[in-house]
């Protein structure tokens, strides 16, 4: 008897841990981001542990350079994260058919949905399944020193004409090294796409099929905008930020920035907080109004989700993944957490929390409103994700470095954008 009972306790205790091991979970998370970001994001990461034992989430994080080859190589070799930040203009490479991730909709019933906007929801959706949930919606906005406007003796641009007639003013009053606008090479290239955009209501590709959508005399239209933008002191030209540093280099990191030589810049409404933070005392950073041309024939204003959350297909932990999301992307202490590490939260469970609690305020709430007025009038059309694609970006990148160096006309320019444009966006499709 006593052998029996011995045996009995010990395979009820194995038991036991076989148990409590099959409910232990742990799931891999990865993420871009900066310090902010990373440090919010493991705080709201133990804050979900507290409160689901057995659920652990590990987390792998990173800058955004090499971020995306690493995750590429990982879908690759199967070895993908649990759940991965992702860019919503890299789904189409990575779920052509909605197969390459798993279908949220599987786990609906752990996840509130029914906070996220019809409209939203369905970027994440590909062939009827939807692969991923955006974290917040975010645009390219017009942010105005308004310190340096005002020593200038200028008012904020209300219009392009505003714009293109304050380099020369501000050169004037505040020195060769002043600028109207600063921006890296892409913001620069996107604010002059914005500008033929409107006036000819084409973005340069279809966001439906592969191929430019610009007409020819779009495509130069768009070139002259940008040699318009890098003349007379209005944007920031490429070879001096070369000179400063690189051109890559942010704008909150350029010495001319902090003390207010460079009046303003072209840039996502999510890093307002990065541009304004190394400001000096004497300087204040204000949203201005989205430049639109009379007439213009779209807004051209370039929207899209900051970036979105998947799940792996191969994940064996589906539930306890959609549980994890579910509470950091809709429960409000997640975003007193998070705070705007990403954006404007998409859910509407989170922004309403943020707003009363004033986390959500001044310029950053400015223009969040100014977006989403834009957005509910159905006036941002989602760009096509080709647009964002890296060779394509290198492309068209290139040929603007041209321009920015004087190596080519615009026609010649334009008729790259076309031809060449095409011929590539055939071969990455």
């Given amino acids: 008897m006593h052998k029996r009972f011995v045996w009995a306790i010990a395979s009820a205790a194995l038991l036991t841990s076989f148990t409590a091991a099959a409910e232990d979970v742990t799931l891999r998370f990865s993420w871009w981001g900066g310090g902010a970001r990373h440090e919010a994001t493991l705080k709201a990461i133990a804050a979900f542990?507290?409160?689901n034992p057995g659920i652990k989430i590990k987390g792998e994080y990173m800058g955004f350079f090499g971020y995306q080859e690493r995750l590429s190589t990982q879908l690759a070799g199967g070895t993908e994260?649990?759940?991965?930040?992702?860019?919503w203009a890299w789904i189409p490479s990575y779920s052509k058919t909605g197969d390459g991730f798993l279908d949220l909709n599987k786990y609906k019933n752990l996840l509130a949905l029914n906070q996220f906007s019809d409209v939203d929801l369905k970027m994440g959706v590909v062939n009827g399944k939807l692969n991923a949930l955006p974290a917040s919606f975010t645009a390219r906005m017009m942010m105005w020193n308004t310190a340096a406007f005002a020593r200038a003796g200028l008012k904020m641009p209300a219009t392009w004409e505003d714009l293109f007639a304050a380099g020369p003013v501000i050169k004037q009053k505040l020195g060769d090294k002043a600028y109207a606008l600063d921006g890296e090479p892409y913001d620069i290239i996107s604010l002059s796409h914005t500008y033929a955009h409107q006036k000819f209501g084409m973005p340069y590709v279809s966001p439906t099929q592969p191929k430019v959508a610009m007409s020819d005399a779009a495509a130069l239209e768009w070139v002259r905008a940008y040699k318009k933008l890098i003349s007379n002191n209005v944007a920031v030209p490429l070879p001096i930020r070369v000179s400063l540093g690189g051109s890559e280099k942010p704008t909150e990191q350029m010495p001319d920035w902090v003390v207010g030589n460079w009046g303003g810049v072209y840039t996502w409404d999510s890093t307002l907080g990065q541009r304004a933070s190394t400001l000096d005392k004497n300087q204040k950073l204000d949203v201005g109004?989205?430049?639109?041309l009379p007439n213009a024939k779209n807004s051209g204003m370039f929207g899209r989700p900051s970036m979105v959350f998947a799940v792996s297909k191969r994940t064996k932990?589906?539930?306890?993944?959609?549980?994890?999301?579910?509470y950091f992307m809709t429960d409000p202490e997640a975003a007193a957490i998070l705070g705007l590490t990403r954006g404007v939260p998409a859910a509407d469970s989170q922004f309403r929390s943020m707003v009363r609690s004033g986390a959500l305020q001044g310029p950053e709430l400015k223009a969040y409103l100014q977006i989403k007025k834009v957005k509910d009038a159905g006036k941002i059309d989602l760009p096509s994700p080709l647009f964002e694609n890296v060779r394509f970006q290198k492309f068209f990148r290139e040929v603007f470095e041209t321009v920015a160096y004087g190596k080519v006309t615009e026609e010649e320019a334009a008729?790259?954008?076309?031809e060449e444009g095409n011929a590539l966006l055939q071969r990455i499709k």
């Fill in 415 to 418: 008729k790259r954008l076309v």
């Fill in 289 to 292: 109004e989205f430049l639109t």
């Fill in 81 to 87: 994260p649990d759940i991965m930040q992702i860019n």
């Fill in 317 to 326: 932990n589906g539930e306890a993944a959609a549980k994890f999301l579910n």
């Fill in 49 to 51: 542990e507290a409160k």
